[in-house]
């Protein structure tokens, strides 16, 4: 690792199209100053080259959270320590470097509004942060613990609960004061021991929420599951919809209509059904709330993706990883693969960089350009031909913060 100037050569996927042979010189400012195509015209120091080298914007997980927890597990995700959720995650967060992430964003956790911080002063290496600290939602929602007296889980909660538009006014401006830079809200509750999702906040309480996140200057977005939920969010003038389960060609309309970016979440309902080690403290529903999880989730990952490539939609990458054993923090592009059996390797990678940059409020990055952030990722292989060659072990160098970091050379330090 070093101060960087320097020039990449290889192939090159700029956000948009690919470029079979060029080069990316990087300045001592930590900007792009130069791309380039064809045959490297002149000659410079510091090049480096490879024989099968493919050059890309460095990734971004739209859509995770730092809980430095080991289970898919609500409880734990609420009861842990402060302390060792960040220790966690100071590892989690050289993970997600060295497997080409230079930009995620966490929806909803007590640490990283820190590790942000941490990492632009340069205590830790990692990727940026694009925090909501912690999340909203109704009390007595999808993730409160129900069985805790209502102030204990009220504390524990890594969401602030608030009722009526004011409360939620008054909790938007509380995040924004402890370093938000993302409005996250719970518009539906989830699965929890297999109930049905039910609608959360009020229409009045969803759009308080956007209008006074706006009024701030940050993007608000929304754990959406279910029809109601989701006309709400499109109403409320939200700015992405997380998950989306339910998604039907009409909503899925709207969706485009508004100009909402859609983060389907795939992977993570994929990790839950490997999930083992649950504490299972939260209530069960009996009769008719039960729902057929399983159906629900299938059809999410098939049918309601096709219905939104099939529309249009803005799809970008988020894993909802948590940092748990089945869905740890350096093998979140899995979600480009499972994206790319749908979208093709091309979108699924502008999902994850271009497309996703543009979703979360990135200026000046996500692309390969001159004058944006030299924030990029370098792979041996082709990922438009195997799009395994995206996945962490064939990542070679990242470059983040004007800093290049030789991947081969950390694998070797512990
Ligand atoms: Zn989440």
Redesign the pocket.
Known sequence: MKDVERCFKGRIFDGKDIIEEGWVGIGNDGLISEVGEGKFAHSAENITEGRDLTILPGLIDA???FFGCRYEDIAEWNLISGELASVRSVTDMRNLLMAGFTTVRD??SKTAVHLAQAEIEGDIIGPSVIASGHSLAQTGGNDDLKFLPLEMAKSLSYSYYCDGPWECVSAVRKVIREGATVIKVYASGGFAAGNRPLPNLTFEELKAIVDEGHRSGVKVTA?AYGEEALNNVIDAGIDSI?HGIGLTEDIAERIRKAGIYYIP?MS?YMAEKNNHGRLNLLPRIRGKSRVNRSEIISRHVTKEIEIAQDVGLKIVMGT?FVGAKNSRHGDNTIEIERLSKFLGPEKALKSSTSLAADCIGLDKAGRIRKGYSADLVVVNGNPFKDIVKISKNAVKYVIHGSRIFDIDAMRKVP
Do not use: Q
Request: no cysteine; net charge negative.
């Open positions: 859509h995770m959270h929806l909803g754990h997380e979440t993570v909802d």
